[in-house]
């Protein structure tokens, strides 16, 4: 391979000049022209064995341990076998018919990891994406002109599978989607996998270019709350239940300061069999039991918009056996809460002839929740959260 390089730089041809390889090359080439002919395709295969190359803008080798390139009459055809690269072993094929432009690819990973591709595809000699997203944002290195030749050129579409994806702390797995990469920009289209005992649905839109922006747009169906709690820290054991949810989201920027500020979308949520650890919302009824550690919801409905770092809930519904609750206000980032609650129909059998339950303020965190009734009405005991 290092040979092949080297003869075709002497014959003013090179491969790519600033990639290097090792590794072993079976060639089975042929070309017939004719003057008289217009300019015939060469024909035949080209197997990899063992092989190694470094090209200059991804950060690790990629190995190929089998692979083959087979010439034919109308397009030419990559076959993948056990390849490593960007963390994962990749299977399938890519072609590209002479006619086109672009390529199109049938390929499966086994596991992708956010950390991984930081590796691969974070700059050298700066700080990586996911020390980038942390905060840390030094100015953007300028990319060589053979990196950015080759990144703008490059156009493939077809079929994407990959058994897992970790972006901590979430965790996806049966990926199956359709992709589209033009350059600088990533298309994912009619995505489907597992997730947190349900399953996520959606397409994405990314523009990888100085100012990045992302835009999402999908659903949640029956995710597994409890999990959820398990995978967020500041959620575990605090939420049961499952939930469904359709979301809209868009963001721009490097940094996670940069990306939170810009950071906006719109939702609908609904919710079965919710139950909320910490804090006892019910309490706010008259004669409902004031000593119960968590709250069940039947069901919650509602709509969320997510702005200025933070989530606007605004006709927020929650049914329980002691009645119905109506919920609006905010959830900071920072987990700080200031929720306004109002029971809007309870049973008549627990409420008191004279009394009709007041709302309350939730306030605290989400740690440590506080309920802040009207010193005017029935005043249930205020709990705070504890794990």
Known sequence: MQDWLAISSALARPVNSEWTAEGGLA????????????????LGTIDFLGL???????NQPVRLPKARIEF?????????????????IWRGALARKYSDKGWTFDLSADHLDAVELDRWLGPRARTGFLARFAGLNPAPAAPSP??????????ARGHLRVGAIDVPPMHLEHLDADAELAGR???????????????ISGSLDAQLVPDPSYQFQGRFDRVDLAQLGQAVPF???????TASAVLELSAHGIGRQNLNRSLQGQGTINGKNIELRGFHLGGVFPGAPSDNESDTFASVQGTYRIQTAGIDLANFVMDNSTGRLEA??????????????????????????????????????????????PSAGPKPAARSGSR
Do not use: C
């Open 328 to 373: 609006e206000g905010r959830i900071e980032f920072s987990h700080a809460l200031n929720l306004r609650v109002h029971p809007s129909i309870f049973q008549a059998a627990t409420a008191l002839a004279s009394a009709s339950p007041p709302s309350f303020i939730l306030s605290g965190t989400i740690e440590t929740p506080k309920l802040v009734v």
């Open 146 to 155: 053979i990196e950015d030749r080759v990144v703008k050129q490059f156009a």
């Open 185 to 199: 920009t990533i298309l994912i289209r009619k995505a489907q996998a597992d997730f947190l005992g349900g399953k």
């Open 72 to 88: 034919a009459p109308l397009q030419r055809t990559i076959t993948l076998s056990a390849a490593e690269a960007f963390g994962a």
């Open 235 to 241: 959620l575990d054991t605090r939420i049961g239940g």
């Open 27 to 42: 060639l089975k080439m042929r070309r017939v022209h004719l003057a008289v002919s217009p300019e015939a395709p060469w």
């Open 52 to 58: 190694t190359f470094s090209p200059t803008y991804v």
